[in-house]
């Protein structure tokens, strides 16, 4: 299966024209509110394409645990969308007294981390009565002291919530390119990565595209897919193959029709 991020700018021409994308994803957030044209508009395209909801803010690395507000309305999206997957970040962004940082900001890799995760993967899996995916993120900064490597955290938790990995293969290369690496040297350090995951736990794959700044590499999602990502996405492939498949793209978006093609590029 190979999918796109639906995004507003879209919404009316996927609608009318149908083009030929096996599942459609959407951010959960930004149909949260009861009712109204947003929710309208995402039941429309679930009429016509499987819909696979993708989150940003349940802040499943936060120490100051879940938000049960927010959890109680995917919740009811869920319920209403019957989404074929759920998605969210292993990542942070609350803090006590009900701070948001209104960003996705790592996590440690180690075991305080790994209860912590545990915990909160259990409690939504509980409450929306469904595996989560858990998408590995692009991160700027890290922690001191970690003690576990990025793929065995995510095989331990996998294998101890029953949860799965949402495999972002962009922000693997964009996180190897701002450790040093040039562009060849960080696409095989990201197929490395790839090779340390456990068979079966990914259940789909992200594709987007970054910027390339002086200094820094950002995770902008706002171009076509570099050819180190496609070279890690092939890889990926022999690994997964049975994964889906999903082309973002959320800053300067362009005609559908690129979209499409990086779809077909990608199938």
Not at 52 to 77: F, I, M, N, T
Not at 116 to 134: C, F, G, N, T
Not at 156 to 175: A, I, R, W, Y
């Amino acid at each position: 299966m190979t999918g796109l991020g639906w995004r507003q700018p879209h919404y009316e021409q996927l609608l009318r024209d149908r083009p030929a994308v096996d599942f459609i994803e959407v951010h959960s957030e930004n149909f949260f509110a009861a009712g109204g044209a947003a929710l309208a508009t995402l039941m429309q395209g679930r009429s016509v394409y499987p819909v696979s909801l993708h989150g940003v803010g349940l802040s499943l690395g936060s120490s100051a645990g879940l938000d049960p507000q927010h959890l109680e309305r995917l919740a009811r999206l869920v319920e209403q969308v019957d989404p074929l997957r759920v998605s969210d970040h292993a990542s942070f962004a609350r803090v006590g007294n009900g701070l948001h940082a209104s960003d996705l900001l790592p996590i440690a890799f180690d075991e305080e981390s790994l209860a912590l995760m545990l915990r909160h993967v259990d409690q939504v899996q509980e409450r929306l009565k469904r595996p989560l995916l858990v998408e590995n993120l692009s991160a700027y900064l890290g922690w001191e002291g970690d003690t576990m490597a990025e793929p065995e955290f995510f095989n331990t938790l996998c294998q101890q919530s029953g949860c799965g990995l949402l495999l972002d293969v962009n922000n693997l290369v964009v996180n190897a390119r701002n450790a040093g690496f040039g562009i060849a040297a960080a696409a095989v350090s990201a197929c490395a990565w790839v090779d340390q995951l456990d068979d079966g736990i990914v259940g789909e794959i992200h594709l987007a595209g970054h910027a390339e700044l002086p200094g820094i590499v950002i995770d902008d999602h706002g171009s076509r897919v570099s050819d180190a990502v496609w070279q890690v996405y092939r890889h990926a492939r022999k690994r997964f193959a049975d994964a889906p498949a999903l082309i973002e793209w959320d800053t300067d978006v362009p005609a559908l029709e690129v979209l499409l093609e990086e779809v077909g590029r990608a199938r």
